[in-house]
């Protein structure tokens, strides 16, 4: 508790914190502005209706479930980063840039990312419009009307995007991070009360029952986000004239869950994709069209098909971003270039084989428990069997790491400013 306090001492953390929540007011105040032409009974019903968009709301920080004009909020540069990330893998120079050029390299990357930013979301709100236009959600715009609200939508994700860069420039946290972190939120006070409306004196053992499923996925959440192997490395003792250089003992921590929130990303897009295939179907072929949209409603309506297909993607695409991410080859060679060696292990290729090990055994676990978390609605629904009670292990999973990343931040100038002195 006085750790907290101690926050607002300082003024210019205390400074720092209320800009940064300043910036999330004003990122609010844009979800809350629709786009012309919506029918808010209708949008809610289809909401309600369709768990992938509620996913997709997650990473709008609430915006697209009132299609405001942030409605895709930071989708589309999480979109263009996973591109630019999978980019480095069929280009070598990509890779060069990456991981050799240091923090000017990643630079510049972040730059590119930005740009493709601008046609990936200018592709996704008109994606987006043609769907919910075909399911009658929002009445079917003239051209000019339509190409304005892709316009407008696109800026808004840029706008969306300058102010998650606003605030990680405060280093009290990541702003792309505290944006859906904040859309996650404004979300409770409505479950709360829904939750309470919908009690009885029946329903007694399932809201128990619900209650202790979350205690114990907050610990399972924060377990795996925390958790990490820590390989022990050792230094050669090197003489430079007449000093002796190395001979430390270290350690290089493997986190278990690696790939953080991406592989549901990923899981997520594939899921989606039909939908939107059905909508460039259409205008080809309209029978086609509905024909590949019953298909998609259909598949997702069938929970049990639904959840093990997810489950399985989401395992998948976690050693697949895994591997993108944390190169063996790459650590080997820098760990052999620095004079470093794991006890035990020759360097060179039989340490890459020994990481490779490692990390395929560790992403095992993580990658399991990402893919229940991704199915985790589903089973609450099943247990307790009332509708109102789910509980979105996603969105647990983006809360515990947003806020152990914001911690871990504000903590560490509050110990900076402890050692200059600054109370």
């Known amino acids: 508790m006085e750790r907290f306090l101690q926050i607002f001492k300082v003024k210019e953390l205390r400074n720092k914190i209320l800009i940064v929540l300043g910036l ?61 990330q999978l980019m480095t893998i069929i ?9 050799e ?27 987006f419009l043609s769907l919910l236009i075909s399911q009658g959600v929002i009445a079917r715009p003239d051209t000019f009307s339509l190409v304005r609200n892709v316009i407008v939508i696109t800026c808004g994700s840029m706008i969306a995007l300058w102010l998650g860069e606003l605030i990680t420039e ?16 404004s979300r409770l006070p409505s479950s709360v009360g829904l939750a309470f409306a919908s009690y009885t004196a029946q329903l007694l053992t399932s809201y128990i029952g ?9 610990a399972g959440v924060v377990y795996l986000n925390e958790g990490e192997r820590k ?20 350690y290089l921590p493997l986190k278990v869950n690696q790939a953080g929130m991406i592989p549901l990303i990923f899981a997520i897009s594939v899921l989606l994709f039909p939908q939107f295939l059905a909508q460039i179907v259409v205008l080809f072929s309209p029978t086609w069209g509905l024909r590949v949209s019953d298909f998609a409603q259909g598949f997702v309506a069938n929970q049990l098909y639904y959840g093990i297909f997810y489950f399985l993607l989401v395992f998948v695409f976690t050693y697949f971003y895994t591997a993108i991410t944390f190169n063996p080859e790459e650590v080997a060679k820098n760990l052999q270039q620095s004079g470093g060696f794991v006890p035990g ?65 504000v903590d560490s100038q509050l110990t900076v400013r402890e050692y200059e002195g600054i109370e």
């Not at 000017?104 to 592709?123: D, E, H, I, W």
């Not at 405060?170 to 939120?185: D, R, T």
């Not at 619900?210 to 907050?218: E, K, S, Y």
């Not at 060179?348 to 893919?371: P, W």
């Open 24 to 84: 999330l007011v004003a990122y609010r105040v844009l979800a809350a502005i629709p786009i012309p032409g919506v029918d808010a009974a209708a949008l809610q019903n289809y909401f309600n209706s369709n768990q992938l968009l509620g996913f997709l709301n997650f990473f709008s920080g609430g915006g697209l479930a009132n299609l405001s004009v942030v409605m895709l909020g930071v989708g589309p540069y999480i979109t263009s980063t996973i591109v630019m």
């Open 91 to 99: 280009f070598p120079k990509m890779k060069a840039m990456y991981y």
């Open 101 to 127: 050029e240091g923090a000017r390299g990643q630079a510049k990357f972040n730059q590119y990312s930005r740009l493709l930013t601008v046609p990936f979301a200018f592709v996704q709100s008109y994606g």
């Open 170 to 185: 405060e280093k009290v946290g990541n702003g792309i991070s505290l944006i859906i972190l904040a859309g996650i939120i």
């Open 210 to 218: 619900f209650i202790v499923i979350g205690l114990l996925l907050i």
């Open 231 to 250: 390989i022990p490395v050792a230094y050669a003792r090197r003489v430079r004239g007449t000093k002796m250089y190395g001979g430390a003992q270290s």
């Open 345 to 409: 292990i020759r360097p060179g290729d039989s340490t890459e084989k020994y990481f490779h090990g490692v990390v395929n055994r560790i992403t095992f676990f993580g990658a399991a428990f990402l893919g229940l978390i991704a199915i985790l609605p589903i089973i609450v629904q099943s247990v307790t069997g009332v509708s109102v009670l789910t509980i979105s292990g996603t969105a647990l999973l983006i809360v515990v790491a947003v806020a152990l990343e914001t911690m871990r931040q």
